[in-house]
């Protein structure tokens, strides 16, 4: 099993920046895994963010592009979303994921994709 939490939500004014962290325990993939951000805003669908896989094959969502940065800490584990410019409607539950069974060229950007998930940090943009 892989066990992932999430880390570094909370409260920041429009135009802020935020980074968010994931850290993964358990189980250890070497190769063919991605690790990704997915969103959940009330009475909203879960709406892909952003991922990497192990050979650094990176992904965006449409709302993240040019604001949101994904990158990982091999040695600690962990990976992390760096979000900047960040708006109103970005407020939202931000989970991690885990692809196990990840592709080289094409980073999985649905969520059924991923089979680990963390419980999740809320993200709140707000003056």
């Known amino acids: 099993q892989v066990q992932l939490v999430e880390s570094g939500g909370g409260l920041v004014q429009p135009g802020g920046p935020l980074r968010l962290s994931c850290a993964a325990s358990?189980?250890?993939?070497?190769?063919?895994?991605?690790m990704g951000w997915f969103r959940q805003a009330p009475g909203k669908e879960r709406e892909f963010v952003a991922a990497?896989?192990?050979?650094?094959?990176?992904r965006y969502g449409d709302s993240a592009k040019g604001r949101f940065t994904i990158s990982r800490d091999n040695a600690k584990n962990t990976v992390f979303l760096q979000m900047n410019s960040l708006e109103p409607e970005d407020t939202a539950v931000y989970y991690c994921a885990l692809n196990p069974r990840a592709g080289l060229w094409v980073v999985a950007g649905t969520s059924g994709e991923y089979e680990y998930w963390g419980q999740g940090t809320q993200v709140t943009v707000s003056s």
């Open positions: 990497i896989n192990w050979r650094d094959s990176i």
């Open positions: 358990g189980r250890t993939f070497s190769s063919g895994y991605a």
